[in-house]
């Protein structure tokens, strides 16, 4: 009468919303390097704020403020005692992991850009590596060898002609365009 319960488990639909399927070491890699990544930039821009230059203290606010989005985003559960961060702990779970690669890629090329040095790069390097493992996760689960082959391998209707060649290396974006053969130029 009322809503059976589902007999998936929980993991599943939550990695149905993500997005590819992605082996768990992957996961767990992901979010230990972002953790690390960002305790990282929290200490080392501590070390960055520490100079006369305004670019560099600005850069420093911005790594440790990085670093505390970082650990919200990767280890929820280090805030939970905190009320302001429960809302992004909550928006942070339902970003996939291209919205993920580019949160941390920009969040670790701000202060470097802001302030070029050692600490600096050291710093961010970490949260971008993180960006870096979720750009991959999004991309996926590489195909096994029968797809990529039948994939790679030519139409088996088709004759290899100059023409078939260059027929099926342009698109059909333009319906009207007349194609003009390379091979059959006038000279």
Known sequence: MGQQPSSEPLGNQQQEAEGPQVAWWCRLLGRVVGAIGGVVAIITGIFVLISIHFMCILAGIIMMIAGVIVL??????????????????????????????IIFGVLAIIPVAMCFGITSL?????????????????????????????????????????????LSMTGNLIKNEVQENPFNAPR
């Open 72 to 101: 919200i985003f990767e280890v929820p559960i280090c805030c939970t005692f905190i009320e302001i961060t429960k809302p992004i702990a909550a928006f942070a779970e339902r970003r996939t992991f291209f919205q993920k690669a």
């Open 122 to 166: 050291f710093g961010c390097l970490p949260m971008f590596a993180a960006g870096v493992l979720y750009g991959l996760m999004a991309l996926g689960k590489k195909a096994d060898r029968e797809e990529m082959m039948a994939r790679a391998a030519p139409m088996q209707d088709t004759p290899i002609t100059p023409q078939a060649t260059t």
